[in-house]
């Protein structure tokens, strides 16, 4: 796989030919889960976590020493549509609160042991009113790609992806949409806190988005391009790389799912090594999740992006790789199994 896409059809044929996984390391996990001092099943989702992270990480050792989280920051032109109760200055003014370290992921990484790094994708520039035209050029949309792509680090044991950006619950409503049906109303939330008459404008630009770019759904990477953003590009280009890499990744709330989803639109197994950290409060999130057949693993009622969910679920995943990696077996323990029933 390329290290950039220089054209749409690279990045195509990267989203489809996938590294499948690690199928002996997932087969060697199960094996290992079984003999366990455990009833079998007994910790429910963390066995299918621990059996996920040794499936994607290119055979390396199940540590979860290293977990990243990293922020994509985007502006967009759909704004001007009245979409949301907040001024783009707001995603600037946050992404310097993150730096200072005020904001809420900023204590959440802490607590979850990560590194948060932020990154602005296009320089913050907005991409133009999707209403009215294309979100973003091929050039522009692939260098967005690749600025996340390339924002991967292969060391990490695990990914945390998350999004600020005023106005990207209108653009991953909209995108929802066009690759997976569906009306405004249908996919339209209240973002980061819009009024009866905003999530009415919102649902209207939603709407006149699909209808002036209809039919792109049959190609997943033009719905990005047209109905997408900078950030959620980039969030896409990093999905990618973490597959290539063996990186796991934790995906966020509502924005950060949609922006995933054209992978898992151009292949049917394209976000295999991800997961939905947390099911979002935004109305479309639970549509999407069930659009994807994924299982968020928390559900918490938040609303806030910025890898929030993302960095509140990773010590889950942490929790699931020390009790695979650390705990003993029924051998080594002198625990009898439960097929010694008969035993004294
Ligand atoms: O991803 C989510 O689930 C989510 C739900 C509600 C709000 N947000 C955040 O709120 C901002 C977008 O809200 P809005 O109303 O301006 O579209 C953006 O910075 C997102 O990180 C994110
Ligand atoms: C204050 C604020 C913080 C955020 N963090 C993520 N999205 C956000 C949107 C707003 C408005």
């Known amino acids: ?151 991967v680090s292969p060391e990490a044991d695990l990914l945390c992806l998350g999004e600020m950006g005023i106005g990207n619950t209108t653009v991953a409503a909209t995108l929802s949409a066009g690759l997976f049906g569906g009306s405004g109303t249908e996919w339209a939330g209240r973002g980061a806190g819009i009024d009866d008459e905003g999530l009415a404008r919102k649902a209207r630009a939603i709407d006149a988005a699909l209808s002036l770019h209809g039919g792109v759904a049959s190609d997943p990477l033009e719905a990005a391009r047209r109905l997408g953003g900078y950030e959620l590009a980039a969030i896409m280009g990093a999905t990618l790389a973490a597959r290539r890499h063996g990186v796991p990744v934790l995906l966020d709330g509502f924005v950060c799912t949609a922006a995933a989803a054209p992978l898992a639109r151009l292949a049917p197994d394209g976000l295999d090594h991800a997961l939905l950290s947390h099911r979002s409060a935004e109305a479309g999130h639970t549509r999407l999740a069930v659009a994807l057949g994924m299982e968020p693993l928390l559900d918490l009622g938040l609303r806030l992006g910025e890898a929030s969910g993302a960095a509140l679920a990773a010590p889950l995943v942490r929790a699931a790789v020390a009790c695979h990696a650390g705990m003993a077996t029924f051998d080594s323990a002198g625990v009898a199994t439960g097929d010694d029933a008969s035993a004294p």
């Open 1 to 151: 796989m390329p290290e950039s896409f220089p054209t749409l059809a690279a990045l195509r044929d990267a989203a489809t030919s996938l590294w499948s996984g690690d199928a002996e390391a997932e087969a060697r996990a199960i094996a290992r889960d079984h003999i366990l001092t455990k009833p079998p099943g007994s910790l429910g989702r963390l066995e299918s976590i621990a059996r996920w992270h040794a499936r994607w990480r290119r055979g390396r050792p199940m540590t979860m020493e290293r977990i990243d989280v990293i922020v994509f920051a985007g502006n967009h032109g759909v704004v001007a549509q009245g979409v949301s109760a907040w001024p783009s200055a707001v995603t600037a003014q946050m992404v310097g609160n993150f730096r200072n370290g005020g904001a809420a992921i900023n204590q959440l990484s802490r607590v979850a042991g990560a590194t948060l790094r932020v990154v602005e994708v296009a320089g913050l520039a907005p991409t133009s009113d999707f209403t009215t035209g294309p979100a973003m050029d091929e050039t522009a949309f692939l260098a967005a790609v690749d600025l996340g792509y390339a924002s």
